[in-house]
């Protein structure tokens, strides 16, 4: 089994970084009764002999848990999150040698984060990455978690990727990045977002977009439906997705419920390579599948169920329903309606008792409704894992290669370019060492060629393309 | 004589697993079949052929299973284990800690050549063991990384260990509707290097044989397992004991060989295809009556019209009658009528002896420039096989693959045409014109079977 390190970076990436930690031990503890520490477990945690005290304590291979550490490397340039993070409960799963916090923050400004902090701590951050690789004996993927609007997430975090691209160039980079609503309170976010975007395009092997709008979406719709107490949607404690409830945190934060969502993208994204099932779907075949060209790399993903909370034998009906929400609007993680724009690839990662034949009937069932791109009609990846997550029988995250992603980063660019053209806050960008308005318009002209590629493939979307005209053979 | 089984990825393991089940299942059934000695003569030749005796405990499967993930790996030992029957051997298993994800050339330029040493090792250790090899079987997915990558690396390997030695590759093909969306890249790659060092090709459709699933056995939910099951049905009536055309008295003693004799007579032609009749629910088996005219004529319409099973078949497709031009034949085929170039029939249950398969002597059913005679064999075996009564199956080396192998190419081919997907390929090593040559290759083969 492979092992996969979380690099979590500022205050989204830490607050979002730990609810997943929290929902991923809640998970294991279902899955696995005996407190054994097994292969699953090995996966994102180690299991270390506290009692030799030379800090990081020894690894341990096999055996009884003693006591798990997340295979995670926390990096805030202000103290408070990751703080609190240590004092409160889940606090034994991080120790000191896997922190790197400075005290006093990047003031919003992706050039801060980027190019001040990220050639200060470039050395110390490269040390506890690979001191945490070392602990792995197959070291596949890293997944960033960072938001796009602040100024360490969105700018020491894409350093950290690239830091990770020349340290680790074998091993498979995932960025789960938070983009900021239109109303965030970050006034710069759209400059730190479209710089950081940048560097994901180049660098990055797959980005799981995720907007705050969205997810406050679904938590509204969640309570609504909670409190309109209508039969047939009892939302059950113990299986929500936006509830902790099991995991060992405390009384909930304001982000919390959003970041659950966040967290269970991400143990839904990582359960088939953890548990076994009728068809694996390994981390690295989630870019093999997904990403036809190495530019176009963003996925816009759906979790169901969300809202509809089934109790115990679901009828196929249910089941089906599970799929036909995958590709509604009000599942997706960010704001897009992928029916209704153009696939360039499909996945559907399912978890729980679901068998092949469940899933032809589904795909033939939706495959007339949507679009896909003419040299892959069909462009699905499919994969099987036997464990559901904790109170569900089933669930479903469908990961779209999909030109819907593409408002989004018009929005975006819009946004930008409104701040842009009055060159407000600019200064404090220019300031900053090394930091010439060269890379706002490199930043703003690599957007715009992404966004000019999805339109290009958008484009084909209603033409009935002939087929290419195969080789010909002398006969 | 022995044959050696190579499970390779998470496909070829799965089938694999269950392969032996169904053999060893069926041959134990046999020990108590009447007349004894026959039934124990079976039972001997089938142990000899796929199991090892072990000093203690149950036989041992002369199988080596690969797998660049452990999970499959494991687990498949484990039902092995559990079935108190039959097991895999100690140590007769390679498996590292990453897959292939799903990419071709990441199994067949890194993982296979890293590894040739130690996955070498372990079948020439399974061949050591048997007093004489009849062949090497391989089974895998054509549309992973592992099996397909890492299977046709292999497969390259036993050819040069093994020049004289028969290899059969047995290949699961993907669900059209991909369960992986490079997959008609890797089958691309896959039967094109396959095609110059395999003996025969043998294929099974998981839509076909999931229809089967669904419409004759009548499985609502059907999973891997039901499917794998229907696969290793199939593929244990061709290998277990049969007398064939040179071995009346006794069975056969080389069924590697026989099976290329009778239905590989031109290295263009390797692609064989299996049809099996009867297949059902085994609950409804005891209220079931077969006869050998029936089930036969079945099976012949099913072969003149290219049906996987019997449910649905077109009766309406005919062969040409003999002796009229090509143009008629082509004529034909256009309204669905399947040339073949040789069919293998094997028959196995009561009264087989009395079956009467003259219907497929029609040189109709042939190729013009081959001699009919040589053109079909058949095997019997007068036990009953996996349960059935009676059954035939039947290998078909004929056009049958020929739309599907179409479809395949010309898919991949229209992802050739974007260049979708390569940079994951070049990233290891394989180029824009190796996939070129492949393409071919390949269209080679489409184009012979297209003008049978
Ligand atoms: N019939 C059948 N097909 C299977 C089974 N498992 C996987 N497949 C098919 O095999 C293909 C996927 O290949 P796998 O065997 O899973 O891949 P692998 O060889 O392990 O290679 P990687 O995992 O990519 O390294 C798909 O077409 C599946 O439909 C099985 O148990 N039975
Ligand atoms: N979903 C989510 N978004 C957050 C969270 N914390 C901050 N954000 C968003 O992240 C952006 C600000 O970045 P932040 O992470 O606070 O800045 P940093 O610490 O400098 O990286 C804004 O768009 C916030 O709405 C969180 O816990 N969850
Ligand atoms: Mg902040
Ligand atoms: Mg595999």
Redesign the interface.
């Known amino acids: 089994m492979t092992q996969s390190i979380v690099v979590q970076v500022g205050q989204c990436g830490n607050q979002v970084g730990c609810r997943f930690w929290d929902l991923a031990l809640r998970e294991h503890a279902h899955v696995n009764k005996k407190g054994i520490y097994d292969e699953a477990l090995s996966s994102f945690f180690r299991n270390v002999d506290t009692r030799r005290s030379d800090g990081e304590g020894c690894d341990i291979a096999g055996g009884k848990i003693r006591s798990l550490k997340a295979r995670a490397v926390l990096v805030d340039m202000e103290e408070g999150v990751v703080n609190e993070i240590l004092q409160g409960p889940l606090g034994d799963v991080f120790d000191s040698t896997q922190l790197i916090t400075d005290v006093s923050g990047s003031g919003n400004n992706w050039a801060t984060g980027h190019r001040v902090y990220g050639s200060a701590y470039r050395e110390r951050i490269v040390e506890r990455v690979r001191r945490a690789a070392e602990h792995c004996d197959c070291l596949q993927c890293f997944f960033l978690i960072h938001s796009m609007g602040g100024g360490t997430g969105s700018g020491l975090g894409s350093r950290v990727l690239t830091l990770l691209e020349d340290e680790f160039p074998e091993v498979c980079r995932m960025v789960t990045a938070v983009y900021p609503s239109a109303e965030d309170d970050v006034i710069t976010s759209p400059y730190n977002s479209v710089l950081a975007m940048h560097e994901l395009t180049e660098h990055a092997d797959c980005v799981l977009p995720v907007e705050n709008q969205s997810l406050v979406d679904i938590v509204n719709k969640i309570r609504h439906m909670a409190h309109s107490g209508k039969p047939g949607c009892v939302i059950r404690k113990d299986s929500t997705l936006i509830s902790g409830q099991g995991g060992v945190t405390g009384p909930a934060k304001p982000f919390d419920a959003m970041n659950n969502i966040v967290a269970n993208l991400l143990l839904n994204l990582t359960s088939s390579a953890r548990f076994e099932g009728s068809l694996n779907m390994d981390l690295n075949e989630i870019t093999m599948n997904l990403v036809p060209f190495p530019r176009l790399h963003y996925l816009v993903s759906s979790l169901t169920p969300l809202y509809t909370l089934a109790d115990v034998n679901i009828p196929t009906r249910r089941l089906d329903q599970m799929f036909t929400d995958a590709f509604s609007k009000e599942h997706q993680l960010i704001r897009a309606d992928p029916k209704h724009s153009l696939y360039l690839a499909c996945a559907l990662m399912v978890r729980g008792n679901v068998q092949v034949s469940d899933l032809r009937r589904n795909i033939e069932r939706l495959k007339p409704s949507l679009h896909f791109v003419s040299w892959n009609q069909e462009g699905w990846k499919t994969g099987l894992c036997s464990v559901p997550p904790v109170g569900h029988l089933h669930s479903l995250l469908a990961l779209a290669n999909n030109t819907c992603v593409k408002p989004t980063f018009i929005e975006l660019r819009e946004r930008f370019m409104k701040l842009y053209r009055k060159k407000a806050h600019l200064h404090h960008y220019l300031h900053v060492e090394g930091m010439e308005q060269g890379c706002f318009s490199e930043a703003l002209s690599s957007l715009s060629s992404l966004i000019e590629e999805y339109s290009q493939l958008d484009a084909t979307k209603n033409l009935l393309l002939p087929d290419a005209s195969r080789l010909s053979i002398a006969t | 004589m022995s044959v050696v089984t190579v499970q390779l990825g998470?496909c070829g393991n799965?089938i694999g697993q269950e392969l032996f089940n169904v053999i060893s299942n069926d041959s134990n059934d046999a020990q108590t079949c009447s007349p004894r000695a026959q039934g124990k003569a079976y039972h001997a030749c089938s142990r000899e052929r796929f199991f090892n005796e072990e000093a203690s405990g149950d036989p041992s499967a002369r199988a080596v299973l690969i797998d660049m993930?452990?999970?499959?790996i494991t687990?498949t030992i484990a039902m092995a284990a559990k079935s108190g029957r039959w097991k895999y051997r100690e140590q007769s298993f390679f498996c590292q800690?990453?897959?292939s994800?799903?990419?071709w050339a990441n199994g067949f330029r890194v993982h296979g050549p890293r590894h040739q040493e130690a996955m070498g090792d372990l079948v020439r250790r399974e061949v050591e063991h048997c007093d004489r090899l009849a062949g090497i079987l391989t089974m895998m997915s054509v549309a992973g990384?592992t099996g397909s990558g890492v299977g046709t690396y292999v497969t390259q390997c036993l050819r040069d260990d093994y020049p004289h030695t028969f290899i059969l590759n047995q290949l699961t093909w993907p669900?059209?509707?991909?369960?992986?969306?490079?997959q008609n890249y890797n089958s691309v790659l896959t039967l094109s290097h396959l095609y110059q060092c395999s003996d025969a090709i043998l294929v099974h459709e998981n839509d076909a044989v999931?229809r089967i699933?669904?419409q004759l056995m009548n499985?609502?939910?059907?999973?891997?397992?039901d499917?794998n099951k229907v696969i290793a049905h199939q593929l244990g009536s061709v290998l277990q004991p049969a007398h064939t055309a040179h071995t009346q008295s006794q069975y056969s003693r080389n069924p590697m060989g026989e099976l290329m004799s009778s239905l590989v007579c031109h290295p263009e032609y390797k692609l064989l295809s299996l049809c099996t009749i009867p297949q059902m629910a085994s609950s409804s088996l005891p209220y079931s009556a077969f006869s050998w005219p029936g089930l036969l004529k079945h099976l012949r319409q099913m072969l003149i019209c290219s049906a996987r099973m019997e449910e649905g078949i077109d009766w309406q497709v005919r062969a040409p009658s003999v002796g009229q031009g090509a143009a008629e034949t082509r004529g034909m085929q256009e309204l669905g009528f399947n040339t073949s170039l040789a069919n293998l029939l094997i028959l196995r249950g009561k009264d087989v002896s009395s079956a009467d398969t003259g219907g497929f002597l029609d040189p109709a059913l042939y190729c013009p420039w081959l001699p009919a005679e040589g053109a079909i064999s058949t095997w019997r075996s007068s036990l009953p096989f996996n349960k059935y009564e009676k059954s035939a199956t039947l290998v078909s080396n004929s056009q049958s693959l020929l739309k599907p192998l179409d479809h395949m190419?010309?898919?991949a081919?229209?992802?050739?045409?974007?260049r979708?997907?390569i940079?994951?390929y070049t990233k290891f090593g394989i180029s824009e014109e190796d996939f070129?040559d492949c393409?071919?290759c390949l269209?080679?083969v489409?184009?012979s079977y297209k003008?049978l």
């Open positions: 998470q799965q993930e452990p999970k499959v687990q800690k990453q897959g994800g799903n990419n990384g669900y059209c509707t991909g369960e992986v969306i490079v999931h699933c669904a499985i609502k939910h059907i999973s891997f397992s499917v190419v010309g898919k081919w229209n992802m050739f045409a974007s979708a997907y940079h994951q070129l393409f071919t269209e080679q489409i184009s003008h």
